[in-house]
């Protein structure tokens, strides 16, 4: 059974910084195509970032040049580096098997990543 367990979310001022982190387990975590999502109030999830198992990233516009996605494969981690936050980054955050688009597993419980002042 394939498990996610996401960590490091917090609250931050606008401009902070946070570092996520995604262990899983149960999957042979080095092959996929691994992405980071948020789920804000009253909103879809939507996927952040994403990175393939040879470290090729992708990002949504909306957080080129602020976040970093990174992975360790002897690990089976994946990382999101987040600098210059802003309220709107306000979420909780999921990390996942990235497929045609969406989350391919269950969800883990996500990591609350709160920016205000």
């Known amino acids: 059974q394939v498990q996610l367990v996401e960590s490091g979310g917090g609250s931050v001022q606008p401009g902070g910084s946070l570092r996520l982190s995604c262990a899983a387990s149960?999957?042979?975590?080095?092959?996929?195509?691994m992405g980071w999502y948020r789920q804000a109030p009253g909103k879809q999830r939507e996927l952040v970032a994403s990175?393939?198992?040879?470290?090729?990233?992708n990002y949504a516009d909306s957080v080129k040049a602020r976040f970093t996605i990174s992975r360790d494969n002897a690990k089976n981690t994946v990382y999101l580096q987040m600098n210059s936050l802003k309220p709107e980054d306000t979420a909780v955050y999921y990390c996942?098997?990235?497929?045609?688009?969406?989350?391919?597993?269950?969800w883990g419980q996500g990591t609350q990543v709160t920016v205000s002042s």
């Open positions: 990175i393939t198992s040879g470290g090729i990233a």
């Open positions: 149960g999957t042979i975590f080095s092959i996929y195509v």
């Open positions: 996942n098997r990235h497929v045609n688009g969406r989350g391919y597993y269950s």
